[in-house]
């Protein structure tokens, strides 16, 4: 499964929730309740070491599925009128940096082929 | 708020579990714990640790197992529907331990005992309800967790309703009310799949609809997230498959979440929960609140429901005793005085007499007159079946033991401390080990098992960790790496700890060629190795398996089995499952039976010497014994040639002779390189030499250099030294150097008047960080009060400190030089009996072939394998013809020939004598190759001779060989009655000869590969000529070479040995022997660097060295380099012009390198 591997800036709340999303130059901000889980990383694939003491993240990493709408452009008070778009990032344990993973938008959703990996 | 992890697995679920009790205890309270379960998988394997590390925390320990429970639908003997965890409930006066106990044997009482077996360890539903209420109170003192991996939680998936409820409804119905609680847990991986958040829901829905409390846990495995990856590893050594398989399959855990997360984290976890529930608060706090209240059922009283230290012997009806067992220990004793010290007398008596009383004062208060008791029956016991048994240990220390004869040393004689065994101040029950016959060893533990009842009896257990080569075999499976590479790269791991590969592949010439392919890997994109590394470190010391333990038998009272849980041993009788740290803390009485090679071969010995010498007077000629003053010969010897090796005094000249000799091969502790050279010069002239010898030659002495300076003071090379005149007479017999603890125990009573007791408690306290600083103040000061000046006080100090954690107690000494005295006495006086003793039980560290030199050294004739004389054993015989005879040689064994099995060996041994090859066919159903095995190394030499053939050992082989392509003949049956006709052999007298006779180096291969032994001649004489052109010195003419002479010398390998030294340095003793005798080399740092792969991986060595004479009939090599003899291409040889010629060599294609050389690098 090919994955995005573009950098996205998340602004959290207190107890770690994600509330604004920065993405391609543009702000999003979360809309509806988001779901995090886990998923296994193949670590002997893609890591060079894992001495004793590496920490968190090597066996998995954490998914967010969160939904946005963009926030309008500073000055324009109206927003633009637009379905809100369900992505899933990921957090780097170490770094604690964000990545987008995948987006599912409304009409691929609707159909049977599942989420859109590329 | 607090939180109480209920499911927790600890590094002793083998393979399953990473962290130590000690850890997650820390890791607990640490975060404001008041308590933690242990729940290991399949039995109470951390359960005691678990304990210990609780209470050194301050937490109150829960107790419970993770078990497989059989499908009551499914074939019970083997199908398992998912596992439950069962916690004990606790302050029911161990009514809760006791059903875990027995329910975990349970488990385990259908199993083989064996490694995949086909019947696992779990429990039926019905077992498990039967074991949760108390039977005397029919309270529940169990409580049953089904949770994410019961068949409930494995049902889950997929969005099935009905399914988990029938199957929840079925446990509801089969147990007791009261007993079962719903286990909630969430690590939180992709929605839908096991252990998600949504399958926590959905369970904890189900335990809502019947009104069943949830709890929470965590179903931990590792203390904090690092350990995950340690956990897929140890997966892949579970299921044996490597990780991409597994993966794909999927059988990984589905996150690394399974860590011991904080109360925190777990409400954090509880909340979402509740919240995709569509619950309340007030369910969250419900949640958390059951959680806890279970946990407080569940919290252990270590004393009253465990029994922590509360010391349990057999009841003394067991033991046969009417009345108070301490009365029956001091009438024993008396009773002893008089077999021990007959006619003692005056002063002697009464210092005898005090010793005694001292010695029954301290049993008595601490109540373990009736441990004496039971340790003395065992001892009779073994006596009674006729092996060779005797104490070893500080049990030696005690007169009470020797006196009631579970000890050979007299304490009185060599000066030994009652208190280094046991005092007022130690209230945990002594160790006493005794050594048997290794052959007789499992006759002994059956007859424990016979004697005490199967009840109070169990074999202890030990845990088997991974060490380096075993880690970096699973690691690379693991890594799914081809099996071939990793085998090469696990031979070269030699001696280190698994966690410091990445050390020593910088420091270790043999790692040398591994560590260049580790550092390529940013070339060549390989970052396997690198891996490999790292996991393998992951898995040093993590425990793989539990086994019997080579000796410790637990001996309790008729509650034993509520108190440890057993599991079938391999041996057909039952094993704890606790290991010897368990011992202690549970009370539980630990008896050393132990094995000994060495007390086999010495009963062998005896045995052969009556056999050949039926009379008294003949093995007193044969043994050049003296005949005393009434020519009637030593009481030792009775009547019947039976020697009683206990009785042999100890000042026998010959004996000693023999051991100044160096020739010391085959003697119990004093035959390795080490021993050899330390004995040469030391010059051993009496028996407390022995002892101080054996005392010397340990790590610690030998490391802290503590033998030079006594070697000095002993030859008088430098005046004796004491701190104070006061130490002399307690450091006198060593020459002022401190050897002994005892000396360490005297030289603090001296020194403060602190009694021997607490000068043992002091002794103990020595090296322990916390605790010597405060024993450094108590000696300063008392030393100081006794007026001894600053600089003595100073002095002494220094030597405690350094040598008293290490320091070897003189009565380990004392029974360990009983069983070296007797073996060096055999072979001074019956070398041949003691030879063939050896050859049976092989109790040594060298290869057996050695004692084939051993014998040409002596003189003593090997005769070769015979269908008729050879029998299962080795054998003295005396020769009847040829240039030996007269003399007594040694007949080889039928036994050990490769391919020959058991079943064979039995009909042939039946079968003798044999009068053809048919017959041996037709009576012995000996296998075609094994008669051609047989040919092949000249067992029917004699048969083909008498039947006048006129071919030689090449035609009769080449003929069996012929017949093994034919068909099968079946026997030729014969009648009952009638008897063969006496025509010779046929068959043999009609082979054709025609093929040249197989050389010497053909007929020593065929040996090396049947027998592992080099017979005809010595393995390296073909390569004799290359040698002589290497200019290479043989072994024999070493010893007239002046000091530092430079030398070659070349020979097979027979022992390799990497002692700790001084400075912890790595130094690699290598033993080469080349047919004139053994050459002991010494390879240091820079040897070490230039040989490289060689060191451990070559069998054939031509070594470079420097002499260093090390005694006045020692000499030994300090090498400089080494080379591989199978090259002679790369061999050092003066004319280049002339390059080594190849000859032919009987190693050449025989692969038991183990077996030959002793080593299987």
């Known amino acids: 499964m090919g994955l995005f591997s573009e950098s996205v800036d998340v602004a959290c709340s207190a107890d770690g929730q994600p509330e604004s999303v920065l993405w391609s130059g543009r702000s999003y901000s979360v809309c509806a309740e988001s779901v995090r889980w886990y998923e296994r990383r193949q670590w002997w694939a893609e890591e060079s070491r894992v001495p004793l003491g590496s920490g968190p993240g090597m066996v998995d990493h954490e998914i967010w599925r969160i939904q946005v709408v963009p926030v309008p452009p500073a000055g324009k008070s109206t927003p633009v009128p637009m379905e809100p778009l369900t992505l899933d990032l990921t957090r780097h344990a170490a770094s604690g940096r964000w990545r987008l993973l995948r987006i599912h938008d409304a009409l691929r959703l609707n159909d049977t082929s599942g989420p859109k990996t590329a | 708020m607090s939180f109480t992890h209920l499911h927790v697995s600890t590094a002793f679920s083998a393979h399953y579990g990473v962290s130590w009790p000690e850890e997650l205890a820390q890791a607990a309270k640490a975060d404001g714990a008041t308590a933690l379960a242990c729940t290991d998988r399949d039995g109470l394997y951390g359960t005691i640790k678990h304990l210990r590390a609780c209470m050194a925390e301050g937490l109150d320990a829960i107790v419970g197992v993770d078990l497989a429970v059989f499908d009551d639908d499914g074939d019970h003997r083997t199908q398992v529907a998912g596992r439950v965890v069962v916690l004990a409930r606790g302050h029911n006066n161990g009514a809760g331990y006791r059903a875990l106990c027995r329910l975990v044997s349970d488990a385990h009482a259908r199993t083989s005992g064996k490694a995949g077996g086909a019947v696992p360890v779990a429990v039926t539903r019905a077992e498990l309800a039967s074991r949760t209420l108390d039977p005397l109170t029919l309270k529940p003192v169990l409580t049953v967790l089904i949770g994410p991996d019961s068949d409930v939680g494995r049902a889950m998936g997929g969005r099935r309703y009905l399914r988990p409820r029938t199957l929840f409804k079925a446990w509801l119905d089969a147990m007791p009310a009261g007993t079962v609680v719903t286990e909630i847990v969430t690590q939180l991986s992709t929605p839908g799949m096991p252990l998600s958040t949504a399958h926590a829901v959905r369970m904890l829905r189900l335990a809502e609809e019947h009104h069943v409390p949830a709890i929470l846990t965590n179903a931990v495995r590792y203390c904090g997230a690092d350990g995950a990856p340690t956990a897929d590893v140890l997966d892949s050594a579970r299921t044996l498959k490597s990780l991409p398989e597994l993966a794909a399959e999927p059988i990984l855990q589905p996150t690394g979440q399974g860590w011991l997360k904080t109360g925190e984290q777990m409400l954090r976890l509880g909340k979402e929960v509740i919240a995709a529930s569509g619950f309340g608060t007030a369910d969250l706090t419900q949640l958390m609140a059951q959680t806890e209240a279970l946990a407080d059922r569940c919290r252990m009283d270590p004393h009253t429901d465990m029994g922590w230290k509360q010391p349990v012997v057999p009841e003394a009806s067991v033991l046969g005793i009417s009345q108070h067992p301490h009365t029956e220990l001091a009438q024993r004793c008396e009773a002893g005085i008089t077999r021990r010290f007959p006619g003692i007398a005056g002063s002697q008596e009464a210092e005898m007499k005090n010793r005694l009383e001292h010695e029954l004062g301290i049993i008595s208060n601490l109540g373990f007159s009736a441990y004496f008791l039971t340790v003395a029956e065992v001892s009779r016991m073994i006596q009674d079946m006729g092996v060779r048994a005797a104490a070893r240990g500080s049990g030696a220390s005690s007169l009470v033991n020797y006196l009631i004869d579970v000890s050979q040393v ?345 009694g021997l007791a607490k000068a043992d408690e002091f002794r103990r306290a020595l090296g322990n960080e916390a605790k010597e600083p405060l024993v450094e103040a108590f000696f300063r000061k008392a030393a100081r009060e006794r007026n001894y000046t600053p600089e003595v006080v100073d002095k002494v100090w220094g030597t405690l400190k350094a040598f008293g954690s290490f320091g070897f107690c003189k009565a380990h000494g004392a029974a360990f030089a009983v069983p070296t005295y007797q073996s060096a006495w055999l072979k001074a006086h019956h070398p041949e009996a003691f030879l063939a003793g050896l050859w049976e039980h092989d109790p040594g560290m060298y290869p057996k072939r050695l004692l084939v030199a051993e014998a040409r050294r002596l003189g003593i004739p090997i005769l070769p394998l015979d269908i008729n004389r050879s029998g299962a054993q080795y054998r003295v015989e005396r020769v009847d013809a040829g240039k030996d005879a007269g003399k007594l040689g040694i007949r080889l064994s039928l036994n050990g020939i490769y391919g020959l099995s058991a079943t064979e060996l039995k009909r042939i041994v039946a079968g003798q004598p044999f009068d053809s090859l048919a017959d041996l066919r037709a009576r012995s159903r000996v296998s075609k190759p094994t008669i051609k095995r047989l040919a092949q190394l000249g067992a029917f030499d004699f048969l083909h001779r008498e039947a006048g053939g006129t071919a030689n050992r090449a035609d009769l082989v080449h003929h069996l060989q012929q017949m093994q392509g034919k068909g099968t003949r079946k026997g030729i049956e014969v009648l009952e009655g009638q008897l063969a006709l006496p025509l010779g052999d046929v068959e043999l007298q009609n082979i054709k000869p025609g093929l040249p006779a197989p050389t010497l180096v053909e007929n020593v291969r065929a040996e090396l590969d049947l027998i592992a032994m080099d017979v005809s001649s010595h393995l390296m004489d073909s390569h004799r000529p290359m040698l002589d052109r290497l200019g290479v010195t043989t072994a024999d003419k070493l010893l007239s070479l002046r000091n530092g002479t430079e030398v070659l010398v070349a020979g097979v390998r027979i022992a390799t040995q990497t002692p700790p030294m001084r400075g912890g340095k790595r130094v690699v003793f290598i033993s080469i022997d080349d047919g004139t005798g053994c050459i002991d080399s010494v390879f240091f740092h820079e040897a070490q660097e230039n040989a490289g792969l060689l060191l451990f991986g070559t069998r054939l060595l031509l070594i470079r060295g420097t002499t260093r004479r090390t005694g006045p009939r020692g000499i030994s090599l300090s090498a400089s380099m080494a080379w591989d003899l199978g090259q002679p291409e790369s061999l050092p040889f003066p004319d280049p012009n002339r390059p080594g010629t190849d000859v032919e060599h009987p190693l050449d294609g025989i692969s038991r390198t183990l077996a030959i050389t002793g080593f299987s690098g």
């Open chain 2, 410 to 754: 007299n304490p009185l004689q060599h000066d030994l401390i009652f208190e280094r065994f046991l005092s007022r101040d130690r209230a945990t029950l002594p160790d006493i080990d005794i050594d048997v016959e290794s052959a007789e060893r499992h006759n002994v533990y059956h007859r424990i098992f016979k004697r005490f009842g199967s009840e109070r009896v169990t074999l202890m257990s030990m845990q088997n960790g991974y060490r380096a080569r075993g880690a970096v075999r699973d690691a690379g499976m693991a890594l799914g790496m081809d099996d071939g590479e990793v085998g090469e790269i696990a031979k070269q791991l030699w001696r280190f700890s698994a966690r410091k590969f990445r050390e020593a592949l910088q420091e270790k010439p043999e790692l040398r060629q591994f560590a260049g392919r580790v550092e390529q890997r940013d070339t060549d994109g390989n970052q396997q190795l690198d891996l490999l590394v790292d996991l393998t470190e992951r898995l040093d010391r993590l425990p793989r398996h539990i086994s019997m333990h080579p000796c410790g038998v637990i001996l309790g009272d008729a509650t034993l089995l509520d108190r440890t849980p057993v599991q079938p041993s391999g041996l057909g009788l039952p094993m704890s499952q606790f290991d010897k740290h368990d011992m202690d803390p549970m009370g539980m009485l630990k008896l050393d039976v132990l094995g000994v090679r060495m007390q086999s071969a010495m009963a062998f010995a005896v045995r052969e010497i009556i056999r050949i010498h039926p009379s008294k007077t003949q093995v007193v000629a044969a043994g050049s014994h003296p005949v005393g003053p009434d020519g009637a010969g030593p009481d030792y010897i009775a009547a019947d040639g039976a020697i009683d090796l206990n009785a042999v005094p100890l000042d026998d000249e010959a004996t000693f002779e023999l051991i100044r000799s160096t020739h010391t091969l085959g003697c119990f502790q004093i035959e390795s390189p080490g021993q050899r050279e330390l004995i040469g010069k030391m010059a051993p002239r009496e028996f407390n030499d022995l002892i101080i010898d054996i005392s010397l030659f340990r790590p610690g002495p030998m490391k802290s250099d503590m033998v030079r300076p006594f070697l000095e003071h002993r030859h008088g090379f430098a005046p004796e030294v004491y701190p104070h005149p006061d130490l002399k007479p307690v450091l006198a017999e060593t020459h002022g150097v401190t050897v002994f603890h005892e000396q360490i125990l005297k030289t603090f009573n001296v020194m403060t008047h602190c």
